[in-house]
């Protein structure tokens, strides 16, 4: 199993970023996949969720209304999409694989300063 995360950065607040996590290594179309950050000092934290076949989503309070998760099962990709970009927003962005074993990427670095 792999993931790889990609297309963090350093935005402007207000800004906006996709981030991708492509997989690898087992049948992505069956499971659920998440994405997590963690800012510096913190706990990893849950950003958002998205079923195996992306029939509906669950957004934590964190991203709700800003941040979007998709997912392309012909790419075994899993997208989040972030609008209006906050400095607490900065933090590295994980994206993990729902199921008994978790697996986890290896994160982006996500800045958001002016």
């Known amino acids: 199993v792999q993931l790889v995360e990609s297309g963090g950065g350093l935005v402007q607040p207000g800004g906006s970023l996709r981030l991708s996590c492509a997989a690898s290594?087992?049948?992505?179309?069956?499971?659920?996949m998440s994405w997590y950050r963690q800012a510096p000092g913190k706990e990893r934290e849950l950003v958002e969720v998205?079923?195996?076949?992306?029939?509906?989503?669950n957004y934590a309070d964190s991203g709700k209304g800003r941040f979007t998760i998709s997912r392309d099962n012909a790419k075994n990709t899993v997208y989040l999409q972030m609008n209006n970009l906050k400095p607490e927003d900065t933090a590295v962005y994980y994206c993990?694989?729902?199921?008994?074993?978790?697996?986890w990427g290896q994160g982006t670095q996500v800045t958001v300063s002016s």
């Open positions: 998205i079923t195996s076949n992306g029939g509906s989503t």
């Open positions: 993990k694989r729902i199921g008994i074993r978790n697996y």
């Open positions: 290594g087992f049948t992505f179309s069956s499971y659920g």
